[in-house]
């Protein structure tokens, strides 16, 4: 008797968990999205001299015109984020050699991983699209700083490749851990 009630307290609370989660409306995991080198727009090309780190940053196309427009992301919107390992070229440059992560962040109106979190998921694959993490404490974390930007370190690239339909490149301004 005591394993039927051990067993009904357990699967009770397993049911409220996930409705808990869905009324919530966080996603635990957001998806890689498939082909987002050739479907998404590469809005920037980031060069972090310090550690020799190129990111490629692609946004999801069907949010262009509304950034262009607003000047605000709009729910919805999906950033791809490549890291590269990288060498200086001769002109001084950074020039992308191996890609090593990608980071894929979605914003969805409602969504609070936690009070500085906006309303962005991020989740960390690697190159194949395996994967690696959802952990949300390093993002966040990092995020955080630029608060004022929409939790995103690339927000002025975004906006001005919005309205422009050309790639910007720019060197990182911040010293974070995973760009110095």
């Known amino acids: 008797m005591k394993l039927v009630s051990f067993l009904i307290v357990s699967l009770l609370t397993i049911v409220v968990a996930i409705a808990f989660s869905g009324l919530t409306g966080q996603a635990s995991v957001v998806n890689f999205p498939t082909n987002y080198q050739t479907k998404f727009f590469q809005y920037a090309t980031v060069a972090c001299p310090k550690s020799q780190i190129v990111r490629k940053m692609y946004v999801n196309p069907e949010v262009i015109d509304a950034i262009a427009t607003t000047g605000t992301v709009p ?80 927000l002025p690239a975004l906006l001005k490749a919005a309205k422009t339909n050309q790639m910007q490149y720019q060197k990182t301004e911040f010293g974070t851990s995973v760009c110095q």
């Open 75 to 154: 729910s919805d919107t999906i950033i791809a984020m490549e890291t590269h390992s990288a060498k200086i070229g001769g002109d001084g440059r950074l020039i992308p050699n191996q890609l090593n992560n990608v980071f894929v962040r979605k914003k969805k109106t409602g969504w609070r991983v936690s009070n500085d979190s906006g309303e962005w998921q991020s989740t960390w694959y690697s190159p194949s699209g395996n994967l690696v993490s959802s952990s949300q404490g390093s993002c966040i974390s990092c995020h955080t700083m630029v608060r004022d930007r929409d939790y995103l370190f690339t």
